[in-house]
C-alpha cells in the first residue's frame, strides 16, 4: 500500500516562507497529477496546487504569486514552496497523488500556522 508523508509544516510569521514536501513510500507508476490541498477549520477542503505528469500546473487565485509546486519523478517527491505567507493561509496541508488508472492517495496532513 502506497502512503504519502507530508513535512515541513509549522509555524510561521506573516511574510515568512515554508516548504512543504511530500514524499511516496514507494515508486508510483502511471502518475496523473500530484497536488496540495488544505483545509482550515470550519471550512471545506480546497485544491490549492496541481502539477500533472506533463509539467502542467494549476494554482488556486489566493495563491498564484506567492506558493510554487514542483516535483522530482526521481524521488517521488512533490514539493510546494510557500512565500508571503498570511494568516488566511493557516491550515492543514494534504498532499494528493492520482492515476490514470483511477488510484487516488491522500496523505495524513501537515499544519501550516502562519501568526506573529
Known amino acids: 500500500q502506497v502512503q504519502l508523508v507530508e513535512s515541513g509544516g509549522g509555524l510561521v510569521q506573516p511574510g515568512g516562507s515554508l516548504r512543504l514536501s511530500c514524499a511516496a513510500s514507494?515508486?508510483?507508476?502511471?502518475?496523473?497529477?500530484m497536488g496540495w490541498y488544505r483545509q482550515a477549520p470550519g471550512k471545506q477542503r480546497e485544491l490549492v496546487a496541481v502539477?500533472?505528469?506533463?509539467?502542467?500546473?494549476n494554482y488556486a487565485d489566493s495563491v498564484k504569486g506567492r506558493f510554487t509546486i514542483s516535483r522530482d519523478n526521481a524521488k517521488n517527491t512533490v514539493y510546494l514552496q510557500t512565500n508571503t505567507l498570511r494568516s488566511e493561509d493557516t491550515a492543514v496541508y494534504y498532499c494528493?497523488?492520482?492515476?490514470?488508472?483511477?488510484?487516488?492517495?491522500w496523505g495524513q496532513g501537515t499544519q501550516v500556522t502562519v501568526s506573529s
Open positions: 494528493r497523488v492520482t492515476g490514470w488508472g483511477g488510484n487516488d492517495y
Open positions: 514507494q515508486r508510483i507508476v502511471n502518475i496523473y497529477a
Open positions: 502539477i500533472t505528469s506533463g509539467g502542467g500546473t
